[in-house]
């Protein structure tokens, strides 16, 4: 599986961006949004089920990112609003065939990884 993200840039507080991350080859259960802002560890955004679109999010993020897929375009999109600096960070989407809910949330569960994408929140 190849993936693609794009859609990062330089935004103020408050705005709103959208990222995508294109998919190509087999298939997977699920893909997923993880950002690492400097000196941080990797951390879960969110996650959709390729075929049930069933979401779940980072409280962090829930009420401001909404994750989504369209499966004619092998295409999943994180629109971020209400955007804070603390949202700076380098995104990543992943994809993989795990499908036990508790274990969505760790990196580990995922097998492919695109090349990330830069989101800067001034403030």
């Known amino acids: 599986v190849q993936l693609q993200a794009s859609g990062g840039g330089l935004v103020q507080a408050g705005g709103s961006l959208r990222l995508s991350c294109a998919a190509s080859?087999?298939?997977?259960?699920?893909m997923g949004w993880f950002r690492q802002a400097p000196g941080k560890e990797r951390e879960f955004v969110a996650t959709v089920r390729w075929s049930s679109r069933i979401t779940y999010y980072a409280d962090s993020v829930k009420g401001r990112f909404t994750i989504s897929r369209d499966n004619t375009q092998n295409t999943m999109y994180l629109q971020m609003n209400n955007l804070k600096p603390e949202d700076t960070a380098v995104y990543y989407c992943?994809?993989?065939?795990?499908?036990?809910?508790?274990?969505?949330?760790?990196?580990?569960?995922?097998?492919?990884w695109g090349q990330g994408t830069q989101v800067t929140v001034s403030s």
């Open positions: 080859g087999r298939s997977v259960s699920v």
């Open positions: 992943a994809a993989g065939l795990r499908t036990i809910t508790s274990m969505l949330r760790f990196s580990s569960s995922y097998d492919h």
